[in-house]
């Protein structure tokens, strides 16, 4: 199983030079679970009401959430690195 | 190579067997010390990323960046594929007429994830290149 991402490190150019970040991406993951959580019994009504009147896509709130996880959780290794002279901007799940 | 298959081959050479002898011999040795042919091919490295790189010539665009390199984890592309099942089937319909208009012939219906797969792994043994004299773009598997 691949391990989710934890860290994210972003390379910016500030003022004076360039500016890195790393940002505690695994953060994200008990912010997902509560909204995630919240919008559970809203999804699960949408659903309901969607079957009720016979719309054909009426299972596609319950999808959304756990493909939702399944992008988060496997962003470790995305990397964006744009090099312009003097603009670099890295973008790096780690 | 066995000792019993050396004496053999060593016994035709200096002529005391003859050839059918020696081929019996041999055959009735069956694969013991035969050179080893293992005919199963080691597994394919699993592809774990996509990399797209571009390279822009500065002649043809002087505002924009010059090289952007992006490396996409298969894992996160077979993610997003699966995104492609809560598209309802009149927005695909209307897609799939909008990318027609462009030129461009997919169904999104269609597209399975058994393809996804095919299309990686015939990507693990490819790299593509495109040269427009505007850029340069390559993709390939690591």
């Known amino acids: 199983m691949n391990q989710p991402s934890t860290m994210l490190h972003l390379k910016f150019p500030g003022a004076s030079g360039y500016h890195g970040l790393w940002l505690p991406f695994f953060l994200i993951y008990p912010i997902l679970l509560v909204i995630s959580l919240i919008l559970l019994p809203f999804l699960l009504l949408a659903a309901m009401i969607m079957a009720f009147f016979e719309i054909s896509y009426a299972l596609v709130p319950l999808k959304v959430l756990p493909l939702v996880w399944n992008v988060v959780f496997k962003t470790r290794g995305l990397t964006v690195d744009v090099r312009k002279k003097g603009h670099d901007v890295l973008i790096d799940f780690v | 190579m066995s000792e019993n298959r050396k004496r ?110 095919t299309l990686l792994e015939a990507l693990t043994d490819l790299e593509v290149e495109i040269d427009d004299g505007k850029g340069h773009v390559t993709i390939h598997a690591e």
């Open chain 2, 8 to 117: 053999i081959l060593e016994l035709l050479a200096n002529g005391k067997i003859s050839v059918d002898e020696a081929s019996k011999l041999l055959s009735a040795l069956g694969d013991e010390g035969a050179p080893r042919t293992d005919t199963t091919v080691p597994p394919v490295n699993k592809m774990k990323y996509l990399r797209v790189t571009v390279d822009a010539l500065k002649s043809q665009h002087p505002d924009g960046p010059e090289k952007v390199n992006i490396r996409v984890p298969v894992a996160l592309i077979r993610a997003g594929m699966k995104f492609s099942s809560l598209i309802p089937k009149e927005a695909s319909e209307q897609v799939d007429k909008a990318l027609c208009e462009k030129g461009i012939n997919i169904n999104l219906k269609n597209l399975k994830e058994e393809d996804l797969e």
